[in-house]
């Protein structure tokens, strides 16, 4: 890496450290009672990431091969990274977002978020045809990112079945699903079966490897589907 280089990523790096700080500061008198503050922050952060894996199907229309490289690069580089900041070593930016996108469980461990997130893109991309490879990816990007923050923030209905998830939650992720399959397929039917296939597996105890089981199972029921329907 260029001199310059190294200097663009050290100033990126303070400001994310930098944004942080006010962050912490400024929310919390924003935050609604009973709301912890890193939460909130990480929580938006994580959600972020979901959020951005959304534009993997419109990559892969242009070039799948390019994007499944970039997939794969980006997700063992991240380990890589994870595995240096484990060791003592900072690495700028990365270790800036990793810690402030953490969760308590994951405090003096390997964040596994990120690279189930890039896994299950992938798996999705390799195993199915490109109509439901989109839908289990925006099921993993949108169902399981508006089912998180909903139930954090807006939960209120929390029965005992569902483990601590809450029925907003829940609810969020149908409505997203369902929305964004249809938009991939115009099938009501199809986008039906994927919704309640993501909402039901999103509300199981998997932690971070919901990343993986949900586009996996949630491409499969769209293959099931398909070929019912045709």
């Not at 310059?4 to 990523?9: A, K, R, S, T």
């Amino acid at each position: 890496m260029s001199w310059h280089g190294f200097c663009y990523l050290h100033r990126m790096d303070r400001t994310i450290t930098l944004i942080n700080s006010m962050f912490s500061r400024q929310v919390i008198g924003i935050t609604s009672a009973g709301k912890n503050i890193n939460e909130l922050k990480s929580e938006i952060i994580r959600k972020i990431l979901h959020f951005l894996i959304a534009m993997v199907p419109g990559m892969a229309a242009i070039n799948k091969t390019a994007t499944i490289t970039i997939l794969m690069i980006g997700t063992l580089g991240y380990a890589l990274m994870e595995y240096l900041r484990l060791s003592g070593v900072r690495v700028p930016v990365i270790s800036s977002l990793t810690s402030m996108a953490s969760r308590p469980r994951d405090f003096g461990c390997f964040v596994m978020g990120p690279v189930t997130l890039g896994l299950g893109a992938l798996l999705a991309l390799l195993l199915y045809p490109s109509n439901a490879a989109a839908i289990a990816i925006y099921a993993l990007a949108f169902g399981d990112g508006f089912a998180s923050l909903a139930g954090k923030f807006l939960g209120r209905w929390r029965p005992v079945f569902l483990r601590g998830k809450s029925i907003e939650g829940s609810l969020a992720c149908f409505i997203m699903v369902l929305l964004s399959a249809y938009a991939v397929c115009g099938s009501a039917r199809i986008a039906f079966a994927a919704a309640f296939t993501a909402m039901v597996v999103e509300a199981l105890p998997l932690e971070d490897y919901d990343n993986l089981v949900i586009p996996v199972t949630v491409g499969m029921t769209v293959q099931l589907a398909s070929g019912i329907i045709s």
